[in-house]
């Protein structure tokens, strides 16, 4: 028999006690063998379990155990060697494996109680981020809110809309009660209820603006909870039973124009604020949060932005209206002044005209009756008559040249004139009446005055005249010295006339003229004002002065005209007085000294007189007169050529032709129509051959049509030889001729 | 007869052509377009009259004689019959066609057939005076003396 190493039963016999033990120890076996199958199966299962080595090890631990234990089912009764030392073997490797499992489990547990920890954190993380992601979420969609709120609020640029579209959008989107928006009034002292979200026509509540409350919001820019009792926030009757919501309210400022700084939101006290109220739901359990608080904040801004861009607005439209007005008002104005304008030409066109024709009369018939034989008295009354006619005349001319002169549209007639001579003649016409005013006059040419001189020779004499002669009229006694010399450089320069800066050239020279009297004298406070139309100084408007204060005014535009300068010192009244006045005149060749502007011109008609060669086209009809036309022409010198119709014309012409007479009364050809085609066919001015109409009616109907087609003339049929002479020569000279 | 008193006998004779209303100033103006370079100017002038005016009396006649008158053309022709009398003077043929004229316009027909006859008689009036004066003309170039210029 060989040794048993089983442990041997203290009990031996005990049936029950056996069979319990059995029992366990089978479903012990079979729980530890399911065991790490569950394990396994699960791990299997899961994607990730970072210990499978320990959980190996912990199967094979358990699995061993298992195996324990089911061999100890066959160690209950006698067993055989084999058996034992299986059981041996089993327990053996059991121990082996629990041990490690216990030597390894002391590092894994307190790992694997980590891994509790941090997913505990890690939940917390997330319970916390998913918070902050509300959060987040609210204030985006709050930001969204406001982006809304303030396009809707800036998309309109008039005041009414903004503020009511703000209480609109404001109660929708924080679904309020109430939404009411107080204005302060004109004074300022009280605000007045303007616009509420769910009354239509707010009646016109005012509160004071001075209560505690309302300063309580006006004195921060942030949104403030108030009362729901409080005067602005009691909009409708206070109903016992349900508890109102919470009232908001924020300030909006109203800005001017003047105190609109970016970032910059001034804090005077004296600034205007209106003020807005919100109310949330009654009887609801909602409270105003933070970010609902922040949107009416902005909001609140954003309206002030809105309301100001509105106001300028306003201000920009009202300011264009005006420009328009104004401009309407200055371009009626300019029209007027053109009319005006227009009526003062014609009107000085007609008067000279009109006056000057009987006043032409007088003077020739005078000049006529100064020829016949007169008896003394007869003839002293005429030349009186002949010389007021002749002041009259030139006063007549002066208010046209000055006129013509404010147009600027005077030219000046420059020809050679002896200026010695001038001198001489104004001194020959001043002297009677300066002899009956028992005054002196003395005249002194400096010795390199040029004897000839290039100007305009009548206005010259004119400005003459005007300053010799008020030097005449405004002395009582004593002398009046005329001097004319040839200023020089220095001379030019002076101090009294800064902006006068005369270069002498070789064929220029500067005349200054100097007369001085010892008259009355000039205060000089009235210098400035001698040279202005119509304006007199005091001191000159006696009974005996007869200027009609234009005289110094046209010298002074005529002295301009000759790029030169007048002026008046006097020392003052009683002092008599200088006048001085610098003119440019020209040089002339020495050539030309002999031609004098006295010698009236020749009648124009002796230009010329001879056509030979020049090539002329004759249109008409009529052979006898095309005939007759033709040998005038002919026996002009001409080379004529006829034709006798339209057709036959516009297709000989050309720019060699440098006249066509065309006959217009030819029935069945309109020569105005030719004229026209002529027009077409040669479009320079200087290629076409001038066109003269004849015709055997000139009244005005046809030389208006003449002129409108681009004819150059009209005669009247039939033509004498000196006639055709004559409208040639003028033609040819003036290229164009317009008579009877 | 001797130049001298051919000459005087011009002169007297235009003279009375110019009296008579013949003619005026314009037929001296042809005159006087006369010279070396162009000789038989105021024959050439007057004989062209002649053929013109022919032809027109002869149209006029027989425009007047239609059933119904076009008094545009009769106008036309007495226009270009107004045209050439003035041209080279004929003073009172043009008057008549002036008067002509007028009746046109009033499209009176027995009023023009009237003026018709006018202007036919003072054509052939001025025709003869004319022919008369150029044969004078003609017998003083032959005679050997230069035609005086009456002005």
């Known amino acids: 028999m060989e040794s048993c190493n089983c442990i041997e039963p203290q009990w031996p016999a005990d049936e029950l006690l056996m069979k319990y033990q059995y029992i366990s120890d089978f479903f012990i076996a079979l729980a530890y063998f399911s065991i790490p199958l569950e394990l396994i199966y699960f791990v299997k299962k899961s994607a990730v379990f970072p210990y499978r080595w320990v959980l190996v090890q912990f199967g094979a631990f358990i699995v061993l155990c298992g195996a324990t234990h089911l061999i100890n089912l066959w160690t209950f009764n006698m067993h055989s060697r084999t058996v034992a030392v299986v059981m041996t073997t089993a327990k053996v490797l059991t121990a082996l494996v629990s041990c490690v499992t216990a030597l390894m489990l002391v590092h894994i547990i307190p790992d694997l109680l980590s891994v509790k920890t941090r997913e505990l954190f890690l939940k917390n993380k997330a319970a916390e981020l998913d918070r902050e992601m509300g959060l987040i979420r609210t204030q985006e969609e709050t930001g969204r809110h406001v982006r809304m709120l303030t396009h809707e609020i800036r998309s309109t640029l008039d005041r009414h809309t903004i503020l009511k579209t703000t209480l609109v959008e404001l109660g929708r989107t924080l679904a309020l009660e109430e939404c009411a928006l107080w204005m302060p009034t004109r004074t300022g002292l009280e605000l007045q209820l303007s616009y509420t979200l769910r009354h239509q026509n707010p009646v016109g509540f005012t509160v004071p603006t001075q209560l505690p409350v309302i300063n309580q919001v006006f004195s921060t820019n942030r949104a403030v909870k108030i009362s729901p009792n409080s005067p602005v926030a009691r909009l409708r009757p206070v109903a016992a039973k349900y508890m109102p919501g919470e009232v908001v309210a924020v300030r909006v400022p109203l800005l001017h124009l003047s105190n609109f700084q970016i970032y910059d939101w001034p804090e005077l006290s004296t600034k205007r604020y209106a003020l807005m109220v919100l109310m949330l739901p009654s009887d609801s359990a909602r409270k105003w949060h933070v970010h609902e608080l922040e949107l009416v904040e902005v909001v609140a801004d954003q309206v002030a932005v809105a309301l100001s861009h509105a106001a300028i607005l306003e201000e920009s439209m009202r300011a264009r209206d005006l420009l328009m007005e104004q401009n309407v008002a200055l371009d009626l104005a300019r029209r007027e002044a053109e009319t005006a304008v227009r009526a003062r030409n014609d009107f000085l066109a007609v008067m000279n005209h009109e006056m000057g024709t009987p006043m032409h009369a007088i003077i020739a018939v005078s000049s006529l009756l100064q020829e016949t034989e007169l008896t003394p008295e007869q003839r002293l009354m005429v030349e009186t008559i002949l010389k007021s006619s002749n002041l009259l005349a030139t006063l007549i001319n002066d208010v046209l040249d000055l006129s013509r002169l404010e147009d600027g549209s005077l030219q000046l007639d420059i020809g050679t004139f002896n200026l010695h001579a001038l001198f001489k003649e104004v001194l020959n016409l001043i002297k009677p009446i300066a002899s009956v005013k028992k005054l002196f006059i003395t005249l002194s040419l400096a010795s390199d005055l040029p004897e000839y001189a290039v100007g305009d020779e009548k206005r010259l004499m004119q400005t003459l005249l005007n300053v010799v002669g008020n030097a005449v009229k405004f002395s009582k006694d004593g002398s009046i010295s005329l001097s004319a010399f040839v200023a020089k450089s220095e001379s030019l320069r002076d101090s009294r006339v800064p902006d006068f800066f005369p270069v002498p050239s070789d064929n220029h020279f500067y005349l200054r003229v100097q007369v001085k009297d010892s008259g009355s004298g000039i205060n000089p406070q009235d210098i400035p004002k001698l040279f202005t139309k119509f304006a007199q100084g005091q001191s000159l408007a006696t009974k005996n002065s007869d200027g009609s204060g234009l005289g110094l005014a046209i010298c002074k535009r005529f002295v301009n005209l000759m790029e030169g300068h007048i002026w008046i010192e006097s020392e003052g009244l009683g002092k008599g007085a200088t006048a001085i006045f610098v003119v440019k005149l020209g040089i002339p060749e020495p050539s030309n000294e002999l031609k004098l502007s006295f010698v009236p011109k020749g009648p124009a008609n002796h230009g010329q007189t001879n056509f030979l060669g020049l090539k002329v086209l004759v249109m008409d009809d009529n052979g006898v007169s095309r005939s007759v036309t033709k040998g005038l022409l002919v026996h002009l010198g001409c080379d004529v050529m006829t034709v006798s119709s339209g057709d036959e014309c516009l297709r000989v012409i050309t720019q060699e032709h440098q006249v066509v007479f065309m006959d217009i009364c030819m029935p069945g050809v309109d020569g105005y129509e030719v004229a026209v085609r002529i027009h077409e066919t040669f479009s320079k001015r200087h290629e076409r051959p001038l066109i003269v109409a004849l015709t055997g009616n000139t009244d005005r109907v046809t030389k208006e049509h003449c002129l409108r087609v681009g004819m150059d003339g009209v005669i009247l049929k039939p033509v004498s030889v000196d006639k055709m002479r004559s409208v040639l020569s003028e033609l040819l000279e003036h290229r164009v001729l317009f008579e009877a | ?151």
Request: proline share 1%; net charge negative.
């Open chain 2, 1 to 151: 007869m001797e130049v001298g008193q051919l000459q005087r006998k011009f002169v007297d004779y235009t003279a009375s052509l110019f009296c008579e209303g013949f003619l005026d100033e314009q037929f001296t103006q042809l005159q006087q377009l006369q010279d070396e370079s162009n000789p038989d100017f105021v024959v050439e002038v007057v004989s062209l009259f002649f053929e013109d005016t022919e032809k027109l009396l002869n149209d006029l006649t027989r425009a007047l004689d239609q059933q119904s008158v076009d008094f545009k053309k009769v106008d036309a022709h007495v226009h270009q019959l107004k045209g050439s009398s003035s041209s080279i003077g004929a003073q009172r043929v043009r008057n008549a066609c002036i008067a002509f004229r007028n009746f046109c316009e009033e499209q009176n027909t027995d009023a023009c057939s009237k003026c018709l006859l006018q202007v036919k008689q003072e054509y052939s009036l001025v025709k003869n005076k004319l022919d008369t004066l150029f044969r004078l003309e003609q017998q003083i170039v032959e005679a050997g003396g230069a035609v005086p210029m009456v002005g």
